[in-house]
Every structure is written in C-alpha cells, then in structure tokens.
C-alpha cells in the first residue's frame, strides 16, 4: 500500500505544480486563458489519478476527466 500512496502523493505534486502554473499566468498582464485552462484541467486529472492510486486502483491513461470520475464513483458507496 505505501507504493501506492507514494504515487498518489507524485501525482499530488505534480497537480500542485500544474495549479501553480495556473495562478501565476492569471496574475499576468495578458492572461493566457487557454493555457489557464489547460493547467486546471491537469491539476484536476492528476488529482483523481492520485485519488484513484492512494485507494490501491489503477488509473487509466486518458485526459478524460469523466472516465476518471467513473472509476471513481464505486468507492464512494
């Protein structure tokens, strides 16, 4: 289980990173909403990837966030 909690916790940089991103090109003079959008897309991918991992699944490799979402519904009953 601690390998999968040390790759939930990757993921959780790497989303961190990604919002990072995000907010600094938001305090830009001309705000790039596309790339914006992009980094919060990420940040929520990586967030299910690594909520998925810590709860011993694997995640699929896609930019889907409503895939993702599917496998996570059954852990919530």
């Known amino acids: 289980m601690s390998d999968g909690r040390d790759l939930a916790r990757q993921w959780l940089a790497k989303a961190r990173n990604d919002l990072l991103n995000a907010e600094n090109n938001l305090k830009a003079d001309q705000i790039p909403f596309d790339t914006v959008c992009f980094h919060y897309q990420q940040a929520a991918e990586k967030?299910?990837?690594?909520?998925?991992?810590?709860n011993g699944l694997p995640y699929p490799i896609t930019h889907d966030l409503f895939l993702l979402l599917e496998r996570i519904l059954p852990l919530r009953n």
């Not at 299910?48 to 810590?54: E, G, H, Q």
């Open 47 to 54: 967030l299910l990837k690594a909520y998925l991992v810590a």
